[in-house]
């Protein structure tokens, strides 16, 4: 396992264990978008406030990854589907992690929506993926939301905590799911997930304030940090952001401080 350890370090904070993780996959989901056309500088601006890795499909690593400025951790993302497609919590892998090795990436993820009707051929490759990462000494990272038919609300914190639960019972190193609102009801997310959680973004919020605040909260119940894309890299200004969200994740700011320094 000294691979994983290795790897895992190139994506995580050595000091806190902690990571600021800036997902760009979001291009098969809904197509481009704002923030993601220009990858270099997309890369380049996270990397330079402080971000510990980024998360992208296999295609866009040519265009983006490493061009200049500070280093950064690079995830390769393995599955996929589109909003255009009948069947878009279903989500297929597209990339091997055989593949990430070849590319050079430090970690790979999956995305699992657990209670989405195509669930037990997501489970089956999550388990498939969790043993070639075994096997490699590749981390996982792996993308775990309750969605589907029977779910009401995908941030109810029991059914928050059973996705996450899964991932982990799974073989992920690092689970990513969504805050499920207060610092209490994500402590017990976190705890009964034991592997390392990180907090997704959701939807493009309104204020800076909400943004840190979130990121702030979610430390404090316990997370090892964040993978928010879209109120990072459709910010005014992306560079300064991350820096706010890697001093509160990274360096134990409050988020008076985090605003003060960076975003005043």
């Known amino acids: 396992m000294f691979g994983k350890s290795?790897?895992?370090?190139?994506?995580?904070?050595?000091?806190?264990g902690n990571c600021v993780i800036v997902p760009m996959d979001h291009g098969i989901s809904i197509g481009?978008?704002?923030?993601?056309i220009n990858m270099k500088k997309a890369v380049d601006d996270v990397a330079n406030g402080g971000a510990t890795a980024?998360?992208?499909?296999?295609?866009?690593?040519?265009?983006?990854?490493?061009?200049?400025?500070?280093?950064?951790?690079?995830?390769?993302?393995?599955?996929a589907s589109t909003d255009l497609g009948v069947t878009s919590n279903s989500k297929?892998?597209?990339?091997?992690?055989?593949?990430?090795?070849k590319i050079g990436a430090d970690a790979v993820s999956v995305h699992i929506n657990v209670g989405a009707e195509?669930?037990?051929?997501?489970?089956?490759?999550?388990?498939?993926?969790?043993?070639?990462?075994n096997e490699w000494g590749m981390p996982l990272l792996v993308m775990a939301y309750p969605r589907g038919p029977k779910i009401e609300n995908s941030y109810d914190p029991h059914?928050?905590?059973?996705?996450?639960?899964?991932?982990?019972e799974l073989g992920a190193d690092i689970v990513k799911c969504s805050y499920t609102g207060d610092i209490d009801s994500f402590r017990e997310v976190v705890k009964g997930t034991l592997a390392p959680v990180v907090i997704a973004g959701?939807?493009?919020?309104?204020?800076?304030?909400d943004i840190l605040q979130m990121v702030y909260d979610s430390i404090q119940a316990g997370g090892h940090g964040v993978?928010?894309?879209?109120?990072?890299?459709?910010?005014?200004?992306v560079e300064a952001m991350t820096r706010a969200i890697s001093d509160i994740v990274l360096r134990g700011y409050t988020v008076e401080e985090a605003k003060k320094n960076n975003l005043a």
Do not use: W
């Not at 195509?118 to 990462?133: N, R, V, Y």
């Not at 959701?202 to 304030?209: A, E, I, L, Q, T």
């Not at 928010?228 to 890299?233: A, C, K, L």
């Open 6 to 16: 290795i790897r895992l370090e190139r994506i995580m904070d050595r000091n806190t």
């Open 32 to 36: 481009p978008t704002e923030g993601l």
């Open 54 to 79: 980024v998360l992208m499909h296999k295609g866009l690593i040519r265009y983006s990854h490493r061009t200049s400025g500070n280093d950064i951790g690079l995830i390769l993302h393995l599955s």
């Open 92 to 101: 297929v892998l597209v990339a091997t992690v055989e593949e990430a090795l």
């Open 118 to 133: 195509t669930e037990p051929e997501m489970l089956s490759d999550l388990g498939k993926i969790s043993k070639d990462c």
């Open 159 to 168: 059914a928050v905590a059973h996705a996450a639960r899964v991932a982990a």
């Open 202 to 209: 959701g939807p493009k919020m309104n204020s800076d304030d």
């Open 227 to 237: 993978s928010i894309g879209r109120n990072v890299f459709q910010h005014r200004n």
